[in-house]
């Protein structure tokens, strides 16, 4: 049995190392675990609340008098206080918490009747001081690619038991302290740890909101399922996600795939998000899969003021073709990539490269298209990036433009000529239209109602940095 289990957790092992790099990293410090530390002792002393201590009756013989019957009932815990606790990290297992010097205040009805008519009855006050609690935490992955936590260890040591009785002879304290000592440690030792167990239990519910595959918009998803084990060192807890974007409901790979990358040591936050260029790029894979990278341009979308207008005229005066074959129309342009956008990652500067394709068109009068020419247009654009509402979300400006003719229907002309009329398009129609969208963001891997707090992004060589500290409301 024991051998079929090693080989059970070597297979596991081995699956997991040879699993997909992630492309996203997710970094819990010491800072979190503090935090954490914090909301589990809420919880444990919440549940430690609500241990009962079962009624105790019976006889004992006592001399010179005979036979005494006794009863203790009605214990209630009246205080209980956690005052101090740690959790520290168990490399490759998970999480160990210890508490020290907890207290647990009860009170209770003690009653007793001897020499057949004689009865006497009162209260009494417990303290139980010096209790020690001290549990394990493993740290895993479950089925659908989410944390999972649960109770591997726990033991649990009443230090001392005092009892002050109210009321009745003192003959009879001696007597009763050693049943309720005993009955208490029993019922203490019983239960502690069990509802320990329930309390990080109920820590999973929270950990299974992890969105694994997060919704972006009507084109795309990320996955951000772990594709490994949680990685326990001594100074973190590391997940690796997949973080790779993907059509709805279609999960084609792109045609590069994740490379290794690690995060750098950081520890002032309570949470590090690694997001890899692999990730950033399945995104522009995605999106210029699905069409979504092009835009129709219209001369509603340039500003009134503008001198320059999206007409056989405006072209005429650089195309004097264009305002002879179609004088008086209107125009029409199509920008659409021709291949994915390829995102470049370099210290404190992300820089997108579009491959896209112009086609310009006359509006007949009766709304044909009659197309003039196609360009051939490599953009760049810078990416300021930052973190908003736990997404991630972007502003571009345009660096420059490389045009070329790739086809013209009006004879050949100087494209050269087309350049700031089209640098400006890009500026005032299509950039904006991309920023829009980019300033909704797209969705960060996160687990229930959290917030996140002090956060900021950093680039660095082929990924982005975003450390962050964390708030849970409710
Ligand atoms: C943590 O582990 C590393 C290597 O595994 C070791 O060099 C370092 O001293 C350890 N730090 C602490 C605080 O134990
Ligand atoms: C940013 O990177 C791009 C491409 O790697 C480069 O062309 C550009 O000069 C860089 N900009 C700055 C400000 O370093
Ligand atoms: C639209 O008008 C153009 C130019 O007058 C003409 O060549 C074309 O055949 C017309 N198309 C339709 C569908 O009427
Ligand atoms: C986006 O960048 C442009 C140009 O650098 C700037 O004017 C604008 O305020 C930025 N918008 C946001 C939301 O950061
Ligand atoms: C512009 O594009 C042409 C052809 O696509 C290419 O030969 C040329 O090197 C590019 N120029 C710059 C500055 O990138």
Excluded at 223 to 241: A, E, K, Q
Aim: proline share 5%.
């Amino acid at each position: 049995m024991m051998f079929l289990w090693c080989v059970l957790v070597l297979v596991n092992l081995v699956s997991v190392s040879t699993s997909n790099n992630a492309g996203v990293k997710v970094r819990l410090t010491q800072k979190m675990l503090e935090y954490g530390r914090q909301i589990g002792i809420a919880s444990i002393q919440q549940k430690l609340r609500s241990i009962k201590v079962p009624d105790i009756s019976g006889t004992e013989k006592v001399d010179p008098i005979g036979k005494v019957q006794y009863s203790f009932t009605g214990m209630q815990i009246v205080n209980l206080g956690l005052p101090k606790s740690a959790l520290g990290l168990v490399p490759d297992t998970g999480v160990m918490l210890s508490i020290g010097d907890a207290y647990i205040n009860l009170h209770g009805n003690w009653r007793v009747k001897y020499l057949r008519i004689i009865k006497d009855s009162g209260t009494f006050d417990l303290a139980v001081s010096e209790l020690t609690i001290s549990t394990t935490i493993a740290v895993m992955s479950d089925d659908t690619g989410r944390p999972t936590v649960s109770m591997t260890n726990c033991a649990a040591t009443v230090g001392s038991v005092n009892v002050k009785f109210h009321g009745g002879a003192s003959w009879l304290y001696n007597l009763f302290s050693s049943f309720i000592n005993k009955a208490l440690r029993n019922a203490l030792q019983k239960q502690i740890c069990p509802l320990v167990a329930d309390s990080i239990a109920e820590m999973n519910p929270h950990l299974k909101t992890l969105n694994v595959l997060a919704k972006v918009d009507q084109y795309a998803e990320i996955d951000y399922s772990m594709v490994g084990s949680p990685v326990i060192s001594n100074t973190s807890i590391d997940l690796d996600l997949k973080g790779e974007f993907y059509n709805i409901g279609q999960h084609k790979e792109p045609p590069f795939s994740p490379t290794p990358f690690s995060l750098p040591y950081q520890d002032t936050n309570m949470l590090y998000i690694g997001v890899s260029g692999f990730s950033i790029n399945s995104a522009g894979f995605v999106y210029h899969s699905a069409g979504a990278l092009r835009l129709y341009i219209t001369d509603d979308m340039i500003p009134s003021g503008s001198p320059i207008r999206l007409n056989t005229r405006t072209f005429g005066t650089f195309i004097p073709q264009i305002a002879k074959m179609y004088p008086g129309l209107m125009m029409k342009l199509l920008v659409e990539t021709v291949k994915e956008p390829i995102i470049i990652l370099e210290p404190n500067n992300m820089t997108v490269q579009a491959i896209s394709t112009v086609t310009a068109y006359a509006i007949q009068p009766n709304s044909t298209l009659s197309p003039l020419f196609v360009l051939n247009l490599e953009g760049s654009v810078s990416a300021d990036i930052y973190v908003t509402d736990l997404k991630l979300a972007g502003n571009l400006t345009l660096n420059k433009i490389n045009m070329s003719l790739s086809k013209s229907y009006v004879g050949p002309f100087q494209v050269t000529s087309l350049d700031n009329i089209f640098t400006m398009v890009l500026k005032i129609a299509v950039i904006p239209k991309i920023n829009a969208r980019l300033q909704e963001g797209y969705p960060l891997p996160a687990i229930g109602k959290m917030q996140l707090v002090n956060s900021q992004l950093q680039v660095l060589k082929n990924s982005l940095l975003i450390g962050t500290d964390v708030q849970f409301t409710g």
